[in-house]
Every structure is written in structure tokens, then in C-alpha cells.
């Protein structure tokens, strides 16, 4: 054994030593955060193509279109639901990579601090930079020791992650799939296999996860080709619950009339005939609403595994008829902001949540909340709307100067841009004429990468100018307005 490893392992046993023996806990000392989430993003499957053998060129198609049919009848699944083996494995992984990471950092700091014995400082140098590097080392071996001894119930992790599919042209072999699914930071894996047996075919599909070596499922059947969409439709069925991270019932809902609104424990699944295949098994409350039609709610039993299907029909609500008039008649009738036609008009009464307004240009608008309306007819009188020449004057004047700000605010980023565009063609020109002068092929790439630069930037530049040309041209008809607004209100 050489020196430089006997000291590496002395130091390494006096830092362990003196670390255990002052009993410093994962929590203390600031080595690690208190509060630790592992961010990940979404819950990974991949799907891919299918290993075929004895299979006709005309029956090739099989081995991509399977699998898309497959990723079809479980693209509604968006959200996966981890186990507790799944966040097991999460968090530990996450350990063992901080682990890892501060491990090479100790090696790091170790080859830098060796590298100290060949240097030409100072002995005075080398002893500071010496320690400095000691101090380091040991401080990385305790965080190490301290992620070591973290418990990992401490980890936040989220219990619901959106679901992301990936697609692959090849299948692994049995013995690569945990090796494949680490290259491709796979959650989980559907593979499978086709072959064909004289006139039927042998269809086999595997489910992997990253929590254990061996398929989490396993499926197979046999069957002729027209066959294979209704048994690839079945084993989704039941690969279904692997996706998705719990058990699942299916639930139909058909609607008389057919754009009712479905709702499933408060969160909509559909318009009409809606159709879920990931409802949470068990009681819920089922709500069926339709504006005109009275609301319809239950309380409904799904089976796990299983499939449920109604039929719903609501009875046409009663309401009394509003009549709104108005002198002129022709005029617009809102409750809120909808708008509900012209006067003379008879709608369902507004309710109380709602203000009604009867509006028609040239006239004074007629606003009033609805509940202060008496009766079910209603009779507006517009009044002229009287020209204020003031305020016509001070609208021309703020809508004039708010759009010479913004022509203002636009000249800056042409000019800018055009600074760039001059510094890269600049850069060309000269690269260029390095290349002309001494034939350099780095002189040569860099030049073309300097010419598509300033290409770009004077593109940029122009799309600028015609933005500023566009303002400029609104805020000449806005100073017109504003002139003509001026002299107006100086009229007699």
C-alpha cells in the first residue's frame, strides 16, 4: 500500500472516530436541509414496440400498431397514485444519489489535496491549503454519515404525480429492462411479444416497475389477427390499475337531454354521454345539470374492476316568462354580461345575482339590479344621450398620447437590435477575412456562425421597424382626432 493511500485511510478512520463520537445527529449542524423534497416532475411509462417472430412482411404492422392501441386505451389515465413501495424506492434512491454525489466530492477534495505533495508552494502554503482541504474532507464524511443515517419518513414527496408516456422503437431483453428503464428515467415499462402460430398468434405483454426486478404483471392470450384489438383491449383493462396506481371502475352515464353536464364527487367528467375508466371505487355522488332543467343528484355504488352504466333524464324546469320593452324599441338586453336579445322581449326572468341593463346607441343606458324590478313586464323610455364636448376632447387627448407612448416605448428595441446586428456582422467580416487570409476552417465556421447570427438579428430588426411604422401611423389618425376634438369643443 502506498503512503498516500496508508494517510487516506488513517484520516478516514480518525474523521469516522471523532464523528461518531460526538454523536452528531442528521439534523444537526446544518450538514443537510431540514426540509427535504425530491422534486419529481411526472410518473414516466413507456411503451414499446413489440419483439415479433415468425411474422409475414404483411403482419409487421402489428408490432407498432399493437402498442399504440395498447397507449390508446390508457391515454385518459393522467395522474398516477405512488404506494408506498414506490415512495420507498424514491426517497431511497434520492439518498443514495446524495450519497453518491458527496462521496465524489470527497475523492475530489482528496486527489486535489495529494496533488499538494508535487506542488512548488511554500511549506508555510502547502500547510494552510493542506488543512483547509482536511477541514473540507471531513466536514463532506459527516454530511455523508449524515445522509446515511437519515430517516426517510423526513422525505416530502408528492402522493400524486401527472403521468407522462414515451414511446420506443425497440424492446428490451428480459435481463436489459432495469438497465433500459435507468438509461430512459422510466417509472414503469410495457413490453411484450408477438408470435404467430400457423393461423393464430401468441400475444404476450409484461409490465415492469422500478421497485422490483420481475413484471409487476404479466399477461398473455391467443388469438386470430381480427381478435388481437379485443384482446389488447382487455389486458389494458387490467394493466390499467399498474398506470394508474390503484384499482378503478368504469362508469357510463347517458343523458337525456344529451348536453347535461356530469359531475363525479364534484369534478366534471364529461358533457352528455360521458364515459370515466378511472373512478375511485366505492359510494359517490353522482350530479347531473343542464341550465332550463332541474339539477339531479345521487348517490351511486362502483364496483372495483367493475362497470356501471345509467341513464339520466331531467324534467324541464318552470319558469315565468319576462317582458321588456322599450321606447325605441331595437334595444340591446343584458343580464350581467349576457346578452339576451333585442326589445320587445320575453326571456325566464333574471335572477337575483344578475343586474339588467337596456342599452341602444345614442341613448342613455337603463341599468338596475334585478330584484328591484316589480312585476313580469317592464317598460324602459330611453333618453337622448347628450354630447359632452369636454369629455370628447379629453378621450381624443388620453387616447393621443397613450399611443404616442407606446410609438415611443417601441423605437428603443429596433435600435437596440441593430447595435447587435452591427457587433455580428462585424464579427463575420472579420472572420471572414481571417479565412480569406489564412485558410483557417475555425475561422471559416465561425464566420457562417456569425453571418446566420446577423441574419437573424436583422431580421428582428426590420420586424421592429414595421412594429414602430404601425404605431406611428395610429398615433398620426390619433393626433388627427385630437386636433378635431380640439376645435370642436372651442365651437360656440
Known amino acids: 500500500m502506498s503512503r498516500i493511500s496508508i494517510l487516506r485511510f488513517t484520516f478516514f478512520f480518525l474523521s469516522i472516530l471523532t464523528f461518531n463520537t460526538r454523536g452528531l445527529n442528521a439534523r444537526e449542524g446544518s450538514l443537510i436541509p431540514d426540509n427535504i423534497r425530491v422534486n419529481k416532475d411526472h410518473w414516466v411509462a413507456g411503451i414499446c414496440r413489440l419483439a415479433v417472430s415468425n411474422l409475414d412482411d404483411r403482419f409487421e404492422y402489428l408490432s407498432d400498431s399493437l402498442p399504440q392501441l395498447l397507449k390508446e386505451e390508457l391515454r385518459d389515465i393522467t395522474e398516477h397514485n405512488l404506494s408506498l413501495e414506490e415512495k420507498d424506492f424514491l426517497k431511497s434512491s434520492y439518498i443514495n444519489d446524495q450519497i453518491n454525489q458527496t462521496r465524489n466530492t470527497v475523492d475530489a477534495l482528496y486527489t486535489r489535496r495529494d496533488e499538494l505533495l508535487f506542488s512548488d508552494n511554500s511549506d508555510e502554503q502547502k500547510t494552510e491549503t493542506y488543512n483547509g482541504y482536511s477541514e473540507s474532507i471531513r466536514e463532506k464524511m459527516q454530511e455523508e454519515e449524515a445522509w446515511y443515517r437519515l430517516d426517510a419518513d423526513l422525505i416530502e414527496l408528492e402522493d400524486i404525480l401527472p403521468v407522462e408516456y414515451m414511446d420506443f422503437d425497440s424492446c428490451p431483453r428480459d435481463r436489459q429492462v432495469t438497465r433500459f428503464m435507468e438509461k ?21 405483454l409484461n409490465c415492469y416497475s422500478r421497485v422490483q426486478e420481475d413484471p409487476v404483471y404479466s399477461w398473455s392470450g391467443v388469438g386470430q389477427e381480427d381478435e388481437l384489438n379485443s384482446i389488447i383491449r382487455k389486458a389494458a383493462g387490467e394493466m390499467r390499475i399498474e398506470v394508474l396506481g390503484r384499482t378503478w371502475s368504469e362508469l357510463q352515464v347517458h343523458t337525456d337531454p344529451p348536453g347535461c353536464i356530469v359531475s363525479l364527487d364534484g369534478e366534471v367528467i364529461g358533457v352528455g354521454n360521458a364515459l ?5 371505487p366505492g359510494y359517490a355522488t353522482l350530479k347531473v345539470s343542464e341550465d332550463g332543467y332541474t ?23 318552470e319558469s315565468e316568462k319576462m317582458y321588456f320593452f322599450s321606447d325605441p324599441p331595437g334595444a340591446d338586453v343584458y343580464f350581467g354580461s349576457s346578452w339576451m336579445g333585442y326589445t320587445p322581449l320575453a326571456v325566464p326572468g333574471p335572477d337575483f345575482s344578475n343586474d339588467v341593463k337596456i342599452s341602444l346607441d345614442g341613448y342613455e343606458s337603463f341599468h338596475s339590479p334585478s330584484w328591484e324590478l316589480d312585476g313580469n313586464s317592464i317598460t324602459v323610455e330611453l333618453s337622448k344621450e347628450k354630447y359632452n364636448r369636454q369629455q370628447a376632447f379629453d378621450d381624443a387627448k388620453s387616447r393621443f398620447y397613450r399611443s404616442l407612448g407606446w410609438f415611443s416605448l417601441s423605437m428603443g428595441a429596433p435600435l437596440i437590435i441593430y447595435g447587435i446586428y452591427q457587433n455580428q456582422y462585424n464579427m463575420y467580416y472579420n472572420y471572414a477575412l481571417d479565412w480569406n487570409t489564412t485558410g483557417s476552417q475555425s475561422s471559416y465556421e465561425k464566420a457562417l456562425d456569425a453571418q446566420k447570427a446577423s441574419e437573424s438579428s436583422y431580421n428582428f430588426f426590420l420586424g421592429g421597424v414595421t412594429v414602430s411604422g404601425a404605431l406611428l401611423i395610429n398615433t398620426l389618425f390619433k393626433l388627427k382626432d385630437y386636433i378635431k376634438a380640439a376645435e370642436e ?3 360656440d
Open 276 to 280: 370515466t375508466k378511472i373512478a375511485q
Open 184 to 204: 430512459n428515467n422510466l417509472d414503469i415499462l410495457l413490453t411484450g411479444k408477438l408470435e404467430r402460430l400457423d393461423e393464430l398468434f401468441f400475444l404476450e
Open 295 to 317: 339539477s339531479r343528484s345521487q348517490q351511486i355504488y362502483l364496483p372495483g374492476m367493475g362497470r356501471v352504466e345509467l341513464d339520466v333524464a331531467l324534467e324541464k324546469e
Open 489 to 491: 369643443s372651442t365651437e
